[in-house]
């Protein structure tokens, strides 16, 4: 959610496999809606590029394929099935077809799929944003904006308002909106599906047609009445003036009111994270294979060079090139990554912060603590600009990660708030240069490094 961007959800994450998170993981969040749109049940999908857009030229060599073939087959991004997702079709009944034409889209990584089953068809319109995240912007018709961070429940009707009625005295909502089209939809927004009675007591109605439900793909929620004590680490300095806080316990307190979850439930979903961080480390170090690659395995080889001291001086740094190599290698080998921001710069954070804590011998919780750090700063970064390659440029990816890794390795190396704030900015200024608007005349800082430090 742009206006409330989540750890979880827009920064830290998603955990998945492929070398794209707008391509792949974004493909395979739309490809779960679809299913479910569908209930469960696809007997035939027919996928729409657009020929101006990115997915006419990369939707199989980016792994959108793989990753929209997945969604259908309603796996998550953590089966090792899924760079065979495309031979699993068959033996689930489900035919796929891709068509290249003008579709009028309105974004690079447009989708329009029509779904077929035996009780019915449905149309639909997505969009992959960046970093794994996506929208929903017309179903059968209907425009739409749905982003896979609330439960769903659609309801086709003719006359909706005695509908609105029912659903708002017996539904537990966040939201309830009306979309005209050929039929109107009732889009209720909530933190779990309405009660099955209600649901048939629904359908009995004759103004009722077809009832869809959705379940999010997002890892924390939404909700209505969000308020934040901070959104920009200018509010957020004022906030901890006479607290006192560490970065990673503002981002541990940021996340839990965002998401309305403890902040216990926030570090251990952060451990889990970091598990698969390090994993992803040592699956690279023991070597990687796939075909379809330009570059092979080489963080096997710098690691036994490193470990027989045939390398100049720097271990920490040195540390860190293998532990980026190893986790890129992984992500090229389509094995299970954490975007962080995105798939194309996963190996930064992991690699930088996890390599200093291991050159450092510092434990686990040291990790989180930084990862949190991390996060935090994500949240600046996706609250006010991008992390999209499709609208910022590549930069805005790799850019934003080594913004993001500098306060994770000052919070290791248990710097202030404000000293992981100057580090970021300094990270940001050395990824772009003096190529964005000057400050007050200036020319001293580009306006990667004026995000951090906007109200």
């Given at each position: 959610?742009?206006?409330?961007?989540?750890?979880?959800?827009?920064?830290?994450?998603?955990?998945?496999?492929?070398?794209?998170?707008?391509?792949?993981a974004?493909?395979?969040?739309?490809?779960?809606?679809?299913?479910?749109l569908?209930?469960?049940?696809?007997?035939?999908?027919?996928?729409?590029?657009d020929?101006?857009?990115?997915?006419?030229?990369?939707?199989?060599?980016?792994?959108?394929?793989?990753?929209l073939?997945?969604?259908?087959?309603?796996?998550?991004?953590?089966?090792?099935?899924?760079?065979?997702?495309?031979?699993?079709?068959g033996?689930?009944?489900?035919?796929?077809?891709?068509?290249?034409?003008?579709?009028?889209?309105?974004?690079?990584?447009?989708?329009?799929?029509?779904?077929?089953?035996?009780?019915?068809?449905?149309?639909?319109?997505?969009?992959?944003?960046?970093?794994?995240?996506?929208?929903?912007?017309?179903?059968?018709?209907?425009?739409?904006?749905?982003?896979?961070?609330?439960?769903?429940?659609?309801?086709y009707?003719?006359?909706?308002?005695?509908?609105?009625?029912?659903?708002?005295?017996?539904?537990?909502?966040?939201?309830?909106?009306?979309?005209?089209g050929?039929?109107?939809?009732?889009e209720?927004?909530?933190?779990?599906?309405?009660?099955?009675?209600?649901?048939?007591?629904?359908?009995?109605m004759?103004?009722?047609?077809?009832?869809?439900?959705?379940?999010?793909?997002?890892?924390?929620?939404?909700?209505?009445?969000?308020?934040?004590?901070?959104?920009?680490?200018?509010?957020?300095?004022?906030?901890?003036?006479?607290?006192?806080?560490?970065?990673?316990?503002?981002?541990?307190?940021?996340?839990?009111?965002?998401?309305?979850?403890?902040?216990?439930?926030?570090?251990?979903?952060?451990?889990?994270?970091?598990?698969?961080?390090?994993?992803?480390?040592?699956?690279?170090?023991?070597?990687?294979?796939?075909?379809?690659?330009?570059?092979?395995?080489q963080?096997?080889?710098?690691?036994?060079?490193?470990?027989?001291?045939?390398?100049?001086?720097?271990?920490?740094?040195?540390?860190?090139?293998?532990?980026?190599?190893?986790?890129?290698?992984?992500?090229?080998?389509?094995?299970?990554?954490?975007?962080?921001?995105?798939?194309?710069?996963?190996?930064?954070?992991?690699?930088?912060?996890?390599g200093?804590?291991?050159?450092?011998?510092?434990?686990?919780?040291?990790?989180?603590?930084?990862?949190?750090?991390?996060?935090?700063?994500?949240?600046?970064?996706?609250?006010?600009?991008?992390?999209?390659?499709?609208?910022?440029?590549?930069?805005?990816?790799?850019?934003?990660?080594?913004?993001?890794?500098?306060?994770?390795?000052?919070?290791?190396?248990?710097?202030?708030?404000?000293?992981?704030?100057?580090?970021?900015?300094?990270?940001?200024?050395?990824?772009?240069?003096?190529?964005?608007?000057?400050?007050?005349?200036?020319v001293?800082?580009?306006?990667?490094?004026?995000i951090?430090?906007?109200?």
């Open positions: 959610m742009a206006g409330f961007p989540s750890i979880f959800n827009d920064v830290i994450g998603p955990v998945m496999r492929g070398p794209s998170s707008s391509h792949c974004g493909a395979l969040r739309i490809g779960r809606v679809c299913r479910d569908m209930d469960g049940e696809i007997s035939h999908a027919s996928v729409l590029f020929p101006d857009g990115s997915l006419a030229t990369t939707h199989e060599s980016q792994g959108s394929d793989m990753g073939m997945g969604g259908l087959l309603g796996w998550e991004a953590t089966d090792r099935r899924l760079p065979e997702a495309k031979s699993h079709l033996k689930n009944s489900i035919r796929v077809e891709f068509t290249i034409r003008d579709i009028g889209a309105v974004h690079p990584n447009t989708y329009q799929l029509i779904l077929n089953n035996p009780s019915g068809t449905c149309q639909v319109t997505a969009l992959s944003v960046g970093g794994g995240m996506i929208e929903i912007i017309d179903i059968d018709g209907v425009k739409i904006s749905l982003a896979g961070d609330y439960f769903e429940t659609l309801v009707c003719q006359d909706p308002d005695l509908i609105l009625q029912q659903i708002k005295e017996r539904v537990d909502h966040d939201d309830v909106s009306v979309h005209p050929p039929d109107t939809i009732i209720v927004k909530s933190q779990k599906f309405p009660d099955q009675a209600v649901l048939t007591d629904l359908l009995a004759k103004e009722v047609r077809l009832i869809r439900k959705i379940r999010p793909v997002l890892p924390v929620l939404s909700r209505k009445s969000m308020e934040l004590p901070f959104l920009s680490s200018q509010k957020m300095l004022e906030f901890n003036r006479d607290r006192g806080l560490a970065l990673w316990e503002l981002a541990l307190l940021y996340e839990s009111l965002r998401g309305s979850i403890p902040e216990e439930e926030v570090y251990e979903k952060m451990r889990q994270l970091a598990g698969y961080m390090e994993d992803a480390i040592s699956s690279g170090l023991n070597g990687t294979e796939y075909n379809d690659r330009i570059l092979g395995s963080s096997p080889a710098f690691k036994t060079k490193m470990d027989q001291n045939q390398l100049l001086g720097g271990n920490l740094t040195n540390r860190i090139i293998m532990s980026v190599s190893a986790v890129m290698e992984v992500k090229s080998a389509m094995g299970l990554i954490v975007a962080a921001p995105t798939a194309g710069s996963c190996g930064t954070i992991p690699g930088a912060v996890l200093i804590a291991s050159g450092m011998g510092l434990s686990q919780d040291h990790v989180i603590k930084a990862l949190l750090s991390t996060g935090m700063i994500g949240i600046f970064i996706a609250r006010h600009a991008t992390f999209a390659a499709e609208s910022g440029g590549c930069q805005a990816e790799c850019g934003a990660a080594s913004g993001m890794a500098a306060a994770g390795l000052v919070s290791l190396a248990g710097g202030s708030v404000e000293q992981s704030l100057a580090a970021s900015s300094l990270a940001l200024q050395n990824s772009l240069g003096m190529i964005c608007d000057p400050i007050a005349n200036r001293e800082a580009p306006c990667w490094a004026k951090l430090w906007l109200p």
